[in-house]
């Protein structure tokens, strides 16, 4: 008989074997598995995004029809779904056993140098670009969702809030209220809900004031915004963020980014979505400053 055509998208739930969480977003979950269809341990480690409630099964649809579309080496890959014996989808990806930037580079620090910061910043613009270029928005561009392949590779890992602005719209308009990563919300976002492109370099800035601080938690954008506003105000921290941003405050240089680095960030934080910089603009400047011996 020939071989029969096995889907290799198609991973059935018997053989997904749960080993530990590795993350959790806004409605979702992200599990190490072991795929292990010949039931002998010789299967291969998978993350596996399920969601949190039932209720939700729309998003995480969303983002397997946008993940699978995705093809970039700043991206991480989409293996298949899990979708057999009725209970919700699951998305099926590659694993990244080195975590997020968040768990990297803290553990990291000493042998990480600033250039190879930069490198990583490089990488999460070229990853970006491309996104765009697709007519897409993250709209939850953090540390926390970059992952890392290698010392030398990492991925944008998480697309739980992507949405396509097809049809040749400029924005993406928030409809239902969700925990939104606030202190990475670019002011429009936050005042009226409007998601640009301009909106996701707006937390680019933010991820590389992250970045430029090796993830240290002392340094969390929530911390220093909180320290800023004054401990947390309840709701009105929103308002405060509002009005501190709309007064010009933005989060100081951290102690060990170069002003140059700094200057790139602040490129990123301007209040009008059209006077900031743009992801190819980004990429230039990188590529320059990791050819000048300066860093
Ligand atoms: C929903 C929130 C977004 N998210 C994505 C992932 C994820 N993690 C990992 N590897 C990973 C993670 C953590 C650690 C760790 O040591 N932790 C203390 C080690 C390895 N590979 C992934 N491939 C695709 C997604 C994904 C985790 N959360």
Known sequence: IPPQETDPTDFKRRFLKKIRKLGEGNFGMVELCLYDPKGDQ?????????LKTENECSNLRREISTIRNLYHENIVKYKGICNDEGANIKLIMEYLPSGSLK?????????????RLLHYALQICQGMEYLGSQNYIHRDLAARNILVENESLVKIGDFGLTKSIKDDKEYYKVTEEQDSPVYWYAPECLIN???YKASDVWSFGVTLYEIMTYCDRENSPPRVFLKMIGRSQGQMTMARLVEALGKGWRMPRPDLCPEMV?????????HAPEDRVDFKGLIKEFE???TSENI
């Open 103 to 115: 768990e990297y580079l803290p553990r990291n620090k000493s042998n990480i140098d600033q250039k």
């Open 193 to 195: 809900r409007k998601f």
């Open 262 to 270: 700094y200057t790139q960030i602040n490129s990123c934080w301007s």
């Open 288 to 290: 320059i400053l990791l």
């Open 42 to 50: 010789t299967g291969e480690l998978v993350a596996v995004k399920s």
